[in-house]
Structures are given as C-alpha cells and as structure tokens.
C-alpha cells in the first residue's frame, strides 16, 4: 500500500467503467442458492453507475447491464414467471410480491430512473 499515490489512482468514471462487465460476468455465474451474492453485485453496480453518471451508463451500459439483471432474477427462481415483469417498473402487489420478487431489478430501476 506504500507505494501507492493519488496520481496512481484511477480518476473520474474510470474505475466503475472498468469493474462494470467483470461484475456482469459474475453475476451470470452466480448460483441460484446464493441470491445475496447476487444482489450485493447488482448493489455494487448501482454504485457503479452512480459514479459515472445517468447519460454515460445509458449511452455504455443501461441495455447489457439490465438484460444481465433480468436474466439472474429469472435464473435464480426470484421472479414469478411471469416475462411481464420486463417492464421497467415492476408494479407491487399483496404484501409486496412482485416488487420483492424482482428486488434485484426494481433496485437498479430505481437506481436509473
């Protein structure tokens, strides 16, 4: 750690858009038992694109990154089976069923949104 310096650093967005595609990757191997797993990613690359800011991940990231998500709520059991849930706000129903379903999606909607 000693030999490293703030000019060493990556500055701006280049991190995040560095650890961006690694953490999908990731995600698509996630196994299905650990959902918290994949859920600590999704959180992380909600910062991730806070960091680089909405036009950029929009214009870089937004259609990849969300198919990734989709893809893991459905792989993972945590959606009902129902592809109507691809809309981009999922709608909550009794005692939050749907929205807790998708929590992993609903999350970086919210995050995009």
């Known amino acids: 750690w000693s030999e490293l310096s703030l000019e060493s650093m990556p500055v701006g967005g280049l991190l995040p858009a560095r650890v961006i595609q690694p953490l999908c990757r990731l995600l698509v191997h996630v196994p299905s038992s650990s959902k918290q797993i994949g859920f600590s990613i999704v959180e ?25 998500i ?12 129902n592809r109507s849930a691809e809309s981009s706000h999922p709608q909550e129903g009794p005692k939050g069923g749907r929205q807790q379903k998708l929590r992993g999606l609903a999350l970086y909607d919210a995050v995009i949104a």
């Open 70 to 81: 989709l893809a893991w709520v459905f792989t993972t059991g945590l959606s009902s089976g």
């Open 44 to 68: 992380t690359i909600c910062v991730c694109a806070r960091q680089l800011g909405r036009k950029r991940w929009l214009s870089l990231y937004h259609k990849s990154t969300r198919a990734t």
